[in-house]
């Protein structure tokens, strides 16, 4: 099937012949859905911890930190703003010259309360010899969103949504990555220093790398700390092989074959490199202005708080079945630990023996841990916790994309759409196991949950194949634990006019 300068292209990727051979067959076959037990909430795998509880874990999130422990904010940076501007495209290539649509009214209506206002009028005067408002007088409302889309402009439409400016400041704009530095500060340093890693594409990565040179200084002033801010790519090793609709390789006008970028479940490689106790995750354009961050801090602190009480027991008892002295009442205590705390329930447990349980205990204790932030479900795209079926018969709890379930089967359908509770990408990740060695995260991950999407290129159908997904099947085996947090700490920018809401002026 392939010819020695396919061989070549896929060795160059660092790729083996047979891994290509594998993502071919899963074109063929697909991915199995998932089996569930139970969408998760208060009480089902759900923490709601009340204010005395918020403030336990504060504090021991605050002792922790005081032992010297590594901690890293890893920011995945790399997506492109062009989704956030769709509309505005739309507008520019309309057959209207004047804003018709109620999307582009409201733009035009509050243009002046958007952080890059200045920036956009001084690249209208630069560009056109008039500011914004005499161009808007004029009619001249394409000429305004193109200096704010392309490239003789802002070039927003092709900027890395981490480089646009979201929220005035007296002192200036800025920009989501200057948010999460001042996050980094704010919740995630120790010893006097915030580690701050972003993923980042690598046409970007001199903006970015010149954007932190330009900024970091003020802001470590600002907060007494040093910052130590690193970047990454996607590794090429993590491309996936697309496909024609018929499963065979698809390849460019050239005859190469077709790679493409395997979705954000490649940063678990990204994530296995960076050297920490404690990382926390969280997406670029979940920030909010100062104003607005006490509830983000505060509950970064509880579910960091969360985490590191759980891994404490959790090394606690694997010493203790390292020593060999449990008896029958330390392991059902010990059993208790791993089925109501990390919600890792065996329906054959009481078939196990002291020595197998022993065994199954140190398995599922010896595991990556994580603790997610959830809030209440207000109908946003995207995931949700569940408790699911492993492949080794267990049940824990997941972060489900509506991918990955059964539309035909009503009883999981019911579950999915009646969840109390959605995924905003909010973790704080335990990376060591109990003799501080670090674990190696791809092997944690469960291969079967990846993702088959329908895509074209110089309009001829393609299949494209992602990896399981950074916060899904890229965790699949680790310890999951799911807190409450509030909708206050959930604002994601997915339009350009999510910039014009409350939290983010």
Request: aromatic share 10%; charged share 25%; with cysteine.
């Amino acid at each position: 099937m392939f010819s020695n300068q396919d061989l070549e292209q896929i060795t160059l990727k660092g790729i083996t012949e047979n891994q290509i051979n594998t993502q071919l067959d899963e074109f063929k076959t697909g991915f199995p859905f998932l089996k569930l037990d139970s969408a998760a909430g208060i009480g089902n795998g759900i923490i709601a911890p009340d204010a005395t509880e918020r403030r336990h874990f504060v504090d021991v999130w605050n002792a922790y930190k005081a032992e010297g422990k590594k901690i890293v904010k890893f920011v995945p940076a790399s997506g492109a703003a062009s989704r956030m501007f769709k509309d505005m495209f739309a507008f520019l290539n309309a057959d209207y010259s004047v804003p018709t649509t109620d999307f582009e009214k409201f733009f035009f209506d509050h243009i002046e309360k958007f952080a890059f206002y200045e920036t956009l009028d001084d690249t209208c005067k630069k560009n056109e010899g008039k500011g914004l408002k005499v161009l808007i007088a004029d009619g001249q409302y394409k000429t305004v969103v193109a200096n704010m889309l392309e490239a003789k402009g802002m070039n927003y439409g092709q900027l890395p949504k981490g480089m646009l400016l979201f929220h005035k400041y007296a002192d200036g704009a800025r920009t989501p990555m200057e948010e999460h530095l001042v996050e980094g500060a704010l919740y995630a340093s120790s010893n006097g220093e915030a580690n701050v890693h972003f993923t980042v594409s690598h046409e970007h990565m001199a903006m970015f790398e010149n954007k932190v040179a330009e900024k970091k200084d003020a802001l470590a002033r600002k907060y007494g700390i040093h910052y130590n801010i690193s970047f990454s790519e996607q590794k090429p090793s993590t491309d996936t092989i697309a496909a024609n609709p018929d499963n065979t390789p698809f390849r460019n006008e050239d005859g190469t074959l077709l790679f493409r970028p395997g979705g954000h479940g490649a940063l678990i490689q990204n994530l296995n490199d960076i050297e920490a106790d404690v990382i926390f995750i969280k997406n670029i354009d979940n920030v909010v202005p100062d104003r607005l961050k006490d509830d983000t801090v505060e509950y970064k602190q509880v579910i960091a708080g969360v985490l590191v009480s759980l891994q404490k027991k959790a090394f606690a008892y694997l010493r203790a079945l390292d020593a060999g002295n449990c008896d029958h009442a330390a392991l059902e205590e010990i059993t208790k630990f791993v089925e109501e705390e990390l919600c890792c329930k065996n329906p054959h447990i009481g078939e196990l023996n002291d020595e197998s349980l022993i065994a199954y205990l140190r398995s599922k204790l010896n595991r990556p841990m994580r603790v997610c932030g959830v809030v209440k479900n207000v109908g946003e795209p995207g995931g949700g916790p569940f408790l699911t079926y492993n492949q080794d018969g267990t049940i824990s709890l997941q972060i489900l994309e509506s991918s990955q379930i059964d539309k035909s089967n009503a009883e999981y359908m019911k579950m999915f759409t009646e969840g109390t509770h959605f995924n905003p990408v909010d973790l704080v990740c335990a990376v060591k196991d109990y003799e501080g060695r670090d674990f190696d995260l791809p092997q944690f991950v469960d291969k079967s949950t990846g993702f088959i999407s329908s895509k074209s290129k110089n309009g001829k159908e393609l299949k494209a194949l992602e990896l399981p997904g950074l916060w899904n099947g890229a965790m699949s085996n680790w310890n999951t634990v799911f807190v409450e947090v509030p909708l206050s700490t959930f604002n994601p920018v997915k339009t350009v006019n999510d910039l014009l809401r409350e939290q983010h002026q």
